[in-house]
């Protein structure tokens, strides 16, 4: 079993900043690429940012130069650094994480339960 658990939304107003972390536990064997999605009412869910078990990062043009991604791989944990917030940032937030349980079965993605962001104007 794999858990991705999130924290740090919440309510902040315009231009203001937030952390999210997300950190995966269970039986993990290694992890490839970690991200962030998010899904607004009515949205579709779309990539935020993305980062590679190497560290190559890359973002949504909405987020590119707010946002930051990073990762603790020693930690099995990622990171979303929103700054300049604004309220179309506004947003259920998730993780997302490929993950290898043992090293003869491939990777599979599994998802966080979502943390609520939500920017105020």
């Known amino acids: 079993q794999v858990q991705l658990v999130e924290s740090g939304g919440g309510l902040v107003q315009a231009g203001g900043s937030l952390k999210l972390s997300c950190a995966a536990s269970?039986?993990?064997?290694?992890?490839?690429?970690m991200g962030w999605f998010r899904q607004a009412p009515g949205k579709q869910r779309e990539l935020v940012a993305a980062?590679?078990?190497?560290?190559?990062?890359n973002y949504a043009d909405s987020v590119e130069g707010r946002f930051t991604i990073s990762r603790d791989n020693a930690k099995n944990t990622v990171y979303l650094q929103m700054n300049s917030l604004k309220p179309e940032d506004t947003a259920v937030y998730y993780c997302?994480?490929?993950?290898?349980?043992?090293?003869?079965?491939?990777?599979?993605?599994?998802w966080g339960q979502g943390t609520q962001v939500t920017v105020s104007s």
């Open positions: 997302n994480a490929n993950i290898k349980t043992t090293p003869w079965r491939r990777a599979h993605d599994y």
């Open positions: 269970g039986n993990i064997f290694s992890i490839n690429a």
């Open positions: 980062i590679t078990s190497g560290g190559s990062t």
